[in-house]
């Protein structure tokens, strides 16, 4: 991990609703606010207390007789990559039968991706420290990484601000099987070197700067697996927390799950039956589906080479182009299950099938997909997880947290890619006199000249167009003379223009939220270990809320 440096141990923060986020959908606010509209998609309220105890005793009636298997799994992954010792004690907690988990996850985005992967890890880490205080067991955090996913293009590059707080993106190339294979079984190739160099010349210098390159060249080197390059960085950082981390690719664990792969076979196109029933439900409540799958489609890809889905046709099985009878895949699925992977809707019923899951911490567009597999669940006979909302926040330095501050500016005005918002906050700035002057003046000219129409039509009704017209013509310059003193008011107080700019370039870089387009990596060598200390302290498990933070 990083030192920590003579950075006070305060910050700064500033809550803000998530309601007020145009780009938050309805059922995320909703989950937050009024659980009950959406309830019968989900098993418990994570709001209230009941609901952890009887997520707890759902899972522990669940006899488990792989647990030592699933222990030593990770045992085996985190001595292959050199995981801290909390992290192994943590993961070794997980063949005591009383041991419950709470798992989150996400790609293994470049240099651990971006700061919305150490939010949900941080969330996963301190509600199972809250389980275990507050119902008295052991509660061990997972991050599941989605190593089968082959989405190339969503991983292999990390955003970053520049010197300028300009966004910049560090990009991998293209390995052989890129977009092809799952994400685990592309290697780097030559281009991580590159990637390495881009990062160090984009990083301002800190203090922490030498440790961080060290630690990230110790996990991305050229022959490295991406997934695994991803998980020793991932463990570096939060494994002193205790936060295990899984690669789902891992062909040890696959036998665990050959039962639930074979009935998704003999069941087929159930699972999407279910899944597009449910997202009709949300429909029909004015909410999206995240998910659309496709009649009779099985809920499974095979893996050997390439990554191509499992469909049925007619009834009949094709694995890619090739025909199989139900007997044949059912056999060879249960022979090879290292070969097939889940997809997205049958993911989490593989996840909750190895580990104890009382809780999933979930992104918003997660628990949209989410809602729509209870009946899945129950048709799997798995106890569906509570779903928690990550932590969701915005990293801003010192001044822009004052310029928020002191002029009670809401966060979500900095997102436009205009100055809109800056020119209405100048406006507010504009003297008394000068507002009251120029409000004073339209009144007038409306007033004046609506008396004026009215008596010239007495005299030729067809005049009293041009009038109006005129009224027109004269709000329309008081509204250019205004626009004229707003761009002076920006001369003068080019201070408050910088420090708007300033603001608006950290939280929306490119027009996106930061926690979705910047790497946490910059953070990390920009603050050291007082970064996830200062997170730890300062979000709150409660969603609905969206911290604004100063460190």
Not at 137 to 163: Q, R, S, T, Y
Not at 201 to 206: E, I, Q
Not at 279 to 299: C, D, I, K, M
Not at 401 to 411: C, G, I, K, Q, T
Request: aromatic share 8%; proline share 5%.
């Amino acid at each position: 991990m990083f030192p920590h440096s003579g950075l006070s141990a305060t910050s700064t923060r500033i809550p803000v609703d998530i309601r007020s986020f145009p780009w938050i959908r309805r059922l995320a606010c909703d989950y937050a606010f009024a659980y009950q509209t959406v309830a019968d998609f989900f098993t418990g309220n994570p709001a209230e207390p009941a609901a952890w105890t009887e997520a707890i005793g759902r899972v522990h009636q669940i006899e488990r007789r792989q647990r030592d298997s699933i222990a030593d799994i990770l045992h085996a992954q985190q001595a292959r990559r050199g995981a801290p010792a909390e992290a192994r004690a943590a993961a070794a907690r997980l063949g005591d039968p009383t041991t419950v988990a709470i798992v989150t996850g996400q790609q293994a985005g470049l240099f651990g991706g971006p700061l919305f992967t150490l939010l949900k890890a941080i969330t996963a880490i301190r509600l199972a420290e809250r389980v275990t205080s507050e119902h008295r067991v052991p509660a061990v955090p997972v991050f599941w990484i989605d190593a089968e996913d082959h989405d190339w293009e969503e991983v292999k590059g990390c955003g970053l601000f520049d010197a300028e707080l300009e966004l910049v993106r560090v990009t991998l190339g293209n390995p052989e099987g890129a977009n092809e294979r799952p994400v685990a079984r592309v290697r780097l190739d030559g281009s991580v070197t590159k990637a390495l160099e881009d990062l160090e010349s984009v990083l301002a210098r800190t203090e922490f700067t030498p440790v961080l390159l060290e630690q990230i060249r110790s996990a991305y080197r050229t022959g490295t697996g991406m997934s695994d390059a991803f998980a020793r960085w991932l463990e570096n950082v939060l494994g002193p927390k205790g936060l295990v981390v899984y690669d789902s690719s891992d062909p040890a664990a696959k036998p665990l799950v050959a039962d639930l792969f074979a009935e998704e076979v003999a069941s087929a196109g159930r699972t999407s039956q279910l899944a597009a029933e449910a997202g009709a439900r949300l429909q029909a409540l004015g909410y999206h589906a995240q998910a659309t799958p496709q009649e009779g489609n099985v809920a499974l890809f095979h893996i050997d080479g390439g990554r191509v889905a499992v469909r049925q046709q007619d009834g009949h099985f094709f694995v890619g182009d090739r025909s199989l009878p139900r007997a044949d895949l059912l056999e060879h699925v249960r022979a090879r299950p290292e070969e097939y992977s889940p997809n997205v809707l049958l993911r989490p019923l593989v996840q909750d099938t190895l580990f104890p899951t009382i809780c999933y911490v979930a992104g918003p567009n997660e628990l949209a997909y989410l809602a729509q597999l209870r009946g899945v669940y129950d048709a799997f006979r798995i106890p569906m997880p509570l779903i928690q909302q990550r932590a969701t926040a915005t990293i801003l330095d010192s001044n822009s947290m004052r310029f928020l501050s002191r002029h009670d500016f809401p966060l979500e005005a900095l997102r436009a890619r205009d100055e809109a918002a800056l020119n209405q906050l100048l406006a507010a700035q504009l003297p008394g006199s000068v507002e009251t002057s120029l409000e004073d003046a339209a009144r007038v000219v409306s007033e004046r000249m609506e008396a004026l129409a009215a008596a010239v039509s007495q005299i030729d009704p067809t005049l009293e167009g041009a009038t109006r017209s005129t009224v027109a013509r004269m709000q329309e310059e008081l509204k250019k003379l205004q626009g004229k003193i707003i761009q002076a008011a920006k001369r003068k107080d080019e201070t408050l223009r910088r420090q708007f700019q300033r603001a608006q370039a950290q939280a929306f870089p490119g027009g996106q939220p930061q926690e979705r387009t910047i790497g946490f990596v910059y953070f990390l060598n920009k603050y050291g270990a007082v970064l996830v200390d200062r997170l730890w302290d300062d979000l709150t498990l409660d969603m609905g809320t969206h911290w604004v933070i100063a460190i």
